[in-house]
């Protein structure tokens, strides 16, 4: 069974940093974008940033600088390095991974569960 799994989440006080992770396990054929993506109490999900297989990034523009998305292919997983961190950056991080099974052709978005990030100021 295939599944995505975040990690490193925890309280940090404005401008401190933390690195995420995220690992995809499970019996696949390959992994293609990757994406972090968070969502604040009352509000809707919004993307962070995307990484594909070969190392090219997106991100939020208000994001640019402070956070940095990079994976390890070898090891099936993502990182979302954050710092400068602010308490508007206070949220429930999820990671998604864009997933190809062997019975399948395309691949499948699957998504983690999620951690938290508080940010206090």
């Known amino acids: 069974q295939v599944q995505v799994m975040e990690s490193g989440g925890g309280l940090v006080q404005a401008g401190g940093s933390l690195r995420l992770s995220c690992a995809a396990s499970?019996?696949?054929?390959?992994?293609?974008?990757m994406g972090w993506y968070r969502q604040a109490p009352g509000k809707q999900r919004e993307l962070v940033a995307t990484?594909?297989?070969?190392?090219?990034?997106s991100y939020a523009d208000s994001l640019k600088g402070r956070f940095t998305i990079f994976r390890d292919n070898a090891k099936n997983t993502v990182y979302l390095q954050m710092n400068k961190l602010k308490p508007e950056d206070t949220a429930v991080y999820y990671c998604?991974?864009?997933?190809?099974?062997?019975?399948?052709?395309?691949?499948?978005?699957?998504w983690g569960q999620g951690t938290q990030v508080t940010v206090s100021s």
């Open positions: 990484i594909t297989p070969d190392g090219t990034t």
């Open positions: 998604n991974a864009a997933i190809r099974e062997y019975s399948v052709n395309l691949p499948f978005l699957y």
């Open positions: 499970g019996r696949f054929f390959s992994i293609h974008v």
